[in-house]
């Protein structure tokens, strides 16, 4: 049985043997004492210890080994190397003394702690000193982002590094495989993808495939320290020569493109701000009364007041982003200062004001569509052999009486132009009845609200008219709103009830109406003004298409008739052949005879 002790490394808990443990704390105070006199001593050994957690986590299986034992840690050691391995390379140079802590906790910067055991002291084990030399070990390169050496995201150095060539031709390549076929932008994203960034000092030996112990921590740290590396650390601003060109040649190319783009996007964003402006300005007026073509639909659906907010939080909802593409690519083309951050904090949070009253009038005014309401009416009308339908035109006023247009139309409780509000919103449906019936018309007056009697209400403010004179049923061309009702899905059916066998001349205004068939189809001359029709059990139908199928069968009948016919013949004619080769036959039996 073994004392096991709980280390923390790099925020990694690792349980560890004792003795692994004192030989393992004894390596960490040398390697502590030789890089503790660096002022920048607290990032190689961060890496030290992160390598050395690495390679005891790649040691442990979960159910099968779950302790590091002496063995392990001598393995770590070995491959790792010792400090001594390479000061022997620094000749007789003097070494700094310095103190260090020994206590556990300090050696490694993390929490220790003994495990079934009442001692409260740990022993330290003698330095091995040279029981340890440094063990070269082969490694491969890995693939990773060079984050020292990147002019976008380290790709083309990583790739230079695996392959053992300066990154300017890896850039060059990329920057052909664009030019020619685009193909490089889609591999370099793929690649940024899947590579790995090179963060740690371990990463970064590992991308170039070195070891990653201490004698090349050292050497990395030297040449950080000197600046040997600056052709790494500062690839984006002192490549090579040759890459140098093609580099400030794209970079001027991409400038120039990238500053059409800009005043192209900049002038859209302008173009639309004014739009959107005239836009407002248009709907505002609407709004007031003054009618012009530019209205926006769905403001009908809320009363004046609402209408104005809305259409103000929409359009600051819209011109907001659009003044803040304008401002950057002012910032872009004309390098202009920022916007002044009170300005700027204002215009944000105008906009989500007006995202805000936008999603309230939503909200609300879909409450006012939750419940539907139908008012049906039946009236009789006259019955006639054929009827004639027709649309009249409410909007054009047939008058010859000077008190008619006065009373009527300018003026008084029933003026059309007093407080009424035209729709079309109509449809017509011509249904059949049994022959024995009178015709009747069934009025149906749909609208909603935010409850059954709101959509009641509104329902029965609906005005609409069928007027029959004789066999001609003109039906109006726009029902009306009494008192300027809200919008809320108001429409009327009408339902024509005929008795079969009733013949309809439908007018060509009442093509688009009229449902369930189609008028289109049912004219013979596109310079007639009625199409006609026949009432069956089935519905109406095209009077023209029935005597076209009339004709179609009688002229199926007619072939049918004249193919048998035909076949008659043949069958007649056989038989006669027969009877004349039986004839034959006996008149030669009878000679023979």
């Given at each position: 049985?073994?004392?096991?002790?709980?280390?923390?490394?790099?925020s990694?808990?690792?349980?560890?043997?004792?003795?692994?443990?004192?030989?393992?704390?004894?390596?960490?105070?040398?390697?502590?004492?030789?890089?503790?006199?660096?002022?920048?001593?607290?990032?190689?050994?961060?890496?030290?210890?992160?390598?050395?957690?690495?390679?005891?986590?790649?040691?442990?299986?979960?159910?099968?080994?779950?302790?590091?034992?002496?063995?392990?840690?001598?393995?770590?050691?070995?491959?790792?190397?010792?400090?001594?391995?390479?000061?022997?390379?620094?000749?007789?140079?003097?070494?700094?003394?310095s103190?260090?802590?020994?206590?556990?906790?300090?050696?490694?910067?993390?929490?220790?702690?003994?495990?079934?055991?009442?001692?409260?002291?740990?022993?330290?084990?003698?330095?091995?000193?040279?029981?340890?030399?440094?063990?070269?070990?082969?490694?491969?390169?890995k693939?990773?982002?060079?984050?020292?050496?990147?002019?976008?995201?380290?790709?083309?150095?990583?790739?230079?590094?695996?392959f053992?060539?300066?990154?300017?031709?890896?850039?060059?390549?990329?920057?052909?495989?664009?030019?020619?076929?685009?193909?490089?932008?889609?591999?370099?994203?793929?690649?940024?993808?899947v590579?790995?960034?090179?963060?740690?000092?371990?990463?970064?030996?590992?991308?170039?495939?070195?070891q990653?112990?201490?004698?090349?921590?050292?050497?990395?740290?030297?040449?950080?320290m000197?600046?040997?590396?600056?052709?790494?650390?500062?690839?984006?601003?002192?490549?090579?020569?040759?890459?140098?060109?093609?580099?400030?040649?794209?970079?001027?190319?991409?400038?120039?493109?990238?500053?059409?783009?800009?005043?192209?996007?900049?002038?859209?964003?302008?173009?639309?701000?004014?739009?959107?402006?005239?836009?407002?300005?248009f709907?505002v007026?609407?709004?007031?009364?003054?009618?012009?073509?530019?209205?926006?639909?769905?403001?009908?659906?809320?009363?004046?007041?609402?209408?104005?907010?809305?259409?103000?939080?929409?359009?600051?909802?819209?011109?907001?982003?659009?003044?803040?593409?304008?401002?950057?690519?002012?910032?872009?083309?004309?390098?202009?200062?920022?916007?002044?951050?009170?300005?700027?904090?204002?215009?944000?949070?105008?906009?989500?004001?007006?995202?805000?009253?936008?999603?309230?009038?939503?909200?609300?005014?879909?409450?006012?569509?939750?419940?539907?309401?139908?008012?049906?009416i039946?009236?009789?009308?006259?019955?006639?052999?054929?009827?004639?339908?027709?649309?009249?035109?409410?909007r054009?006023?047939?008058?010859?009486?000077?008190?008619?247009?006065?009373?009527?139309?300018?003026?008084?409780?029933?003026?059309?132009?007093k407080?009424?509000?035209?729709?079309?919103e109509?449809?017509?449906?011509?249904?059949?009845?049994?022959?024995?019936?009178?015709?009747?018309?069934?009025?149906?007056?749909?609208?909603?609200?935010?409850?059954?009697?709101?959509?009641?209400?509104?329902?029965?403010?609906?005005?609409?008219?069928v007027?029959?004179?004789?066999?001609?049923?003109?039906?109006?061309?726009?029902?009306?709103?009494?008192?300027?009702?809200?919008?809320?899905?108001?429409?009327?059916?009408?339902?024509?009830?005929?008795?079969v066998?009733?013949?309809?001349?439908?007018?060509?205004n009442?093509?688009?109406?009229?449902?369930?068939?189609?008028?289109?189809?049912?004219?013979?001359?596109?310079?007639?003004?009625?199409?006609?029709?026949?009432?069956?059990?089935?519905?109406?139908?095209?009077?023209?298409?029935?005597?076209?199928?009339?004709?179609?069968?009688?002229?199926?009948?007619?072939?049918?008739?004249?193919e048998?016919?035909?076949?008659?013949?043949?069958?007649?004619?056989?038989?006669?052949?027969?009877?004349?080769?039986?004839?034959?036959?006996?008149?030669?039996?009878?000679?023979?005879?």
């Amino acid at each position: 049985m073994n004392k096991t002790i709980i280390i923390n490394i790099n925020s990694i808990v690792f349980h560890i043997e004792e003795d692994a443990y004192e030989t393992l704390r004894s390596y960490m105070i040398e390697i502590k004492r030789h890089f503790g006199n660096s002022e920048d001593s607290r990032e190689i050994l961060e890496d030290i210890e992160n390598r050395i957690a690495e390679m005891f986590s790649e040691r442990i299986q979960t159910g099968r080994k779950e302790v590091i034992n002496r063995e392990d840690v001598d393995q770590v050691i070995a491959q790792m190397g010792r400090v001594s391995d390479f000061d022997a390379e620094l000749g007789d140079e003097p070494k700094v003394e310095s103190k260090v802590e020994t206590d556990p906790k300090a050696a490694f910067a993390d929490t220790a702690k003994q495990v079934n055991s009442d001692e409260p002291e740990f022993k330290q084990n003698p330095e091995q000193g040279s029981d340890y030399g440094f063990t070269e070990y082969l490694t491969s390169k890995k693939l990773m982002r060079d984050m020292d050496d990147k002019v976008l995201s380290g790709v083309c150095s990583g790739l230079a590094h695996y392959f053992n060539i300066e990154a300017k031709w890896v850039r060059i390549i990329f920057v052909l495989f664009f030019l020619f076929g685009g193909s490089g932008v889609l591999l370099y994203f793929v690649l940024w993808a899947v590579m790995p960034k090179a963060t740690t000092r371990a990463d970064k030996l590992a991308m170039r495939g070195e070891q990653a112990n201490l004698h090349n921590f050292k050497k990395s740290f030297d040449e950080e320290m000197k600046g040997v590396r600056e052709n790494f650390s500062g690839a984006g601003e002192h490549i090579s020569r040759g890459a140098r060109s093609v580099g400030d040649s794209l970079g001027s190319f991409f400038s120039v493109i990238g500053k059409i783009l800009a005043v192209l996007v900049l002038i859209w964003a302008g173009l639309s701000i004014i739009g959107i402006f005239v836009f407002f300005v248009f709907n505002v007026l609407n709004i007031m009364g003054y009618q012009n073509p530019m209205f926006f639909p769905p403001l009908e659906v809320l009363d004046p007041a609402s209408a104005f907010f809305a259409i103000l939080a929409g359009t600051v909802a819209i011109i907001i982003p659009l003044l803040a593409i304008f401002f950057i690519m002012l910032r872009v083309i004309f390098k202009t200062k920022p916007m002044n951050n009170y300005a700027t904090m204002s215009l944000w949070a105008a906009w989500i004001v007006s995202i805000v009253m936008i999603l309230y009038f939503v909200v609300v005014t879909n409450q006012d569509f939750v419940e539907e309401s139908t008012i049906s009416i039946e009236k009789p009308i006259e019955q006639k052999d054929t009827y004639i339908i027709s649309e009249n035109d409410v909007r054009v006023i047939r008058a010859s009486d000077e008190d008619f247009v006065q009373n009527r139309i300018g003026s008084g409780k029933n003026g059309l132009l007093k407080g009424n509000y035209l729709r079309n919103e109509i449809a017509i449906y011509i249904e059949p009845l049994d022959s024995l019936k009178a015709p009747y018309i069934q009025y149906n007056y749909n609208a909603k609200g935010s409850s059954y009697a709101d959509a009641s209400a509104r329902a029965s403010k609906i005005a609409y008219q069928v007027n029959q004179k004789g066999e001609n049923i003109n039906f109006d061309s726009h029902f009306t709103l009494q008192d300027k009702q809200l919008i809320r899905d108001q429409n009327v059916r009408m339902n024509l009830y005929l008795p079969v066998g009733t013949k309809v001349l439908l007018n060509r205004n009442m093509d688009w109406k009229v449902r369930d068939i189609w008028a289109h189809d049912c004219k013979g001359d596109d310079k007639a003004k009625f199409s006609e029709w026949i009432m069956t059990k089935s519905g109406l139908k095209c009077i023209i298409k029935l005597e076209e199928e009339k004709a179609k069968e009688a002229e199926k009948l007619k072939e049918e008739q004249e193919e048998k016919e035909k076949e008659a013949k043949k069958e007649k004619k056989k038989d006669k052949e027969e009877a004349t080769s039986e004839d034959e036959k006996s008149s030669s039996e009878e000679s023979l005879a």
